[in-house]
């Protein structure tokens, strides 16, 4: 068999990574012992998380050092398994990181149903980031009919799934996105109410304010910032913000601060709160989380966009694109050939 | 009978307020109606949150005008009361301002026993401060036993009660204060594990470290800025911050921002929460409240201290020492004599 590819981190990236700071390596194709699986990636899923994999900071999770294989979450198709009751040609989900090839534990791949719905789901609203939307959207924030729900990175693989779930559940829904064609995809193929184009509006705050007249009930933050700080000067009381990402502070020097206002005073007039998420604490709810939302995918009450790229080589630019928001929906580099498409 | 004595704001105060922002007025010593009952005010409650009222800044509560009598919770004694169950005699607390006496409406005044507390303690540890600190921990904060506790304001009315109840619930408590006698007011004499001198300190964040060597579960926030900043350093994983004070921000110029470290990638890895509370919303709860912590005041449990200077005409100087942390405990003007002592 022919060797397996896999992209490591070449050096630490100062600011917004760069392509060479990675390195693709051929590596001799792996083999499984008893209770492991060698699958061929198909689906590398490109996220936003991945930038804090790679600073050096602590986070929730072990970083990405130098010389080490890139993190991240894919779909393959198994080649050979021994000792479970995976066999080859099952598709499966896991921790697979930017490689062609890979040896993982059984216990670690989720198998997936190409008839339930096309598998690259299982990247995006069948998978981490749709799981991000449900949990934090309705155990957190626990929206009620008629809230104003705003939602940050609208268009992104996060995003379009909570505002669309908001919807279902009767709320107002504005989405906040960079470029006419993302606001206009929200709107008008997702069905938000309103959509507020970051890039365009010069008063932030006026334009959220025509498209969430009563005030923000709610809001899912995946950006952070300045436009945290926008949507925080209209929250109104009982307001609940959940925080799934910060991506406008992945870029940032390492211990470079970020720093604006202190909301203390805000969330004591609005008895209001501010709560951080992180999807791993809900593993053991992915069953209930995915049946649903696979139902309203399957009655069309929930849409999804992907977007893709070809090669495994190109994750290094697809990540860049990514934190530069130059994707269009959930991001998927297309490492092997999906046959079931 | 003689003239009535009140204070009036005399004007809006610039940064930290002067005795000369307020005024003493005579008048006519009001009669009441039906419904309503004559009160002689023993004891005015001085709080910090009355620089909030008279800031002209928009809140949770209509503010104090130039012009107005200064608002306040005051307990007092019944002259004369027509139509409702309360007697000349009578004991009772309520929203009764900066006056020597006034009339109100027999439903907003509380009925006091006096053998179960001094009547004092129904602005303090059996009153709103009290109220304070039992929801916003035990509801908000939800204390675990070995949880570690961190109190700003240790000292104050509502920090010394919140000690006090962590320790009853099992938690490690830290108390922060400033000054050697709080510090070891609430070490020694209240029983917190620790406590941080923010005055003498040169590194915060260093002492704090070594008073809560496993960092901080619950942060329980009586000031905001920069004592927040450090502690939310320090917070661990699933940390629940409730914000019941911003003293920090109080003299602050009208529209001028509070700036500091954004929370959020804090929040997001350790999953943590900052939420605002106001102890309006749990008025329906009060008898719960005050039965449990006058229970555990009869069983030596919880410990207070209260500070007093005498008339009316103090009121303004003792609000200054308050927003200065001049005062030793719960702020009390005894504005005329209370015949149970």
């Given amino acids: 068999m022919s060797d397996a590819k896999q992209i490591v981190l070449a050096q630490r990236p100062q600011g917004m990574p760069q392509p060479s700071d990675f390195r693709v390596e051929s590596v001799a194709m792996p083999k499984p012992e008893y209770g492991q699986a060698l699958v061929r990636v198909i689906y590398l899923s490109i996220d936003p998380y991945m930038r804090g994999r790679i600073s050096g900071a602590v986070s929730y999770a072990k970083g990405v050092d130098p010389g080490d294989v890139m993190v991240g979450g894919c779909v393959g198709q198994v080649v050979e398994a021994k000792g479970s009751s995976l066999k080859p040609g099952d598709f499966v989900e896991g921790p697979m990181g930017w490689r062609s090839h890979v040896v993982l534990p059984a216990n670690l791949l989720r198998k997936l149903d190409p008839a339930l719905a096309p598998i690259s789901t299982a990247n ?192 290094p630019d697809a990540l860049v694109g990514v934190l530069e928001g130059r994707n269009f929906g959930k991001m998927n580099v297309r490492v092997s050939a999906d046959p079931t498409r």
Same sequence: chains 1, 2.
Wanted: net charge positive; charged share 25%; glycine share 12%.
């Fill in 124 to 315: 995006g609203v069948l998978g981490m980031p749709g799981m991000t939307a449900y949990f934090a959207l309705l155990d957190v924030c626990q929206p009620r009919a008629g809230d104003t729900v705003v939602v940050s990175a609208a268009s992104g693989a996060v995003g379009q799934v909570v505002g669309q779930i908001a919807k279902i559940g009767g709320c107002r829904v504005v989405g906040i996105a960079g470029g006419v064609r993302k606001c206009a995809f929200v709107r008008d193929e997702l069905g938000f109410d309103a959509a507020v184009d970051y890039k365009v509006e010069k008063d932030l705050g006026a334009a959220l304010k025509a498209a969430a007249p009563n005030g923000v009930d709610i809001y899912f933050d995946n950006v952070g910032g300045a436009i945290h700080d926008t949507v925080m000067t209209q929250i109104r009381l009982n307001a609940r913000i959940v925080v799934c990402g910060t991506i406008s502070t992945y870029n940032n020097k390492p211990g470079e601060e970020d720093v604006g206002p202190r909301q203390l005073r805000r969330l004591l007039v609005n008895r209001a709160r501010i709560q951080g998420f992180l999807v791993w604490d809900y593993n053991h709810r992915y069953p209930e989380g995915l049946a649903r939302i696979a139902a309203w995918v399957k009655e069309g009450r929930i849409k999804y966009r992907e977007d893709f790229v070809d090669g495994l080589e190109k994750a």
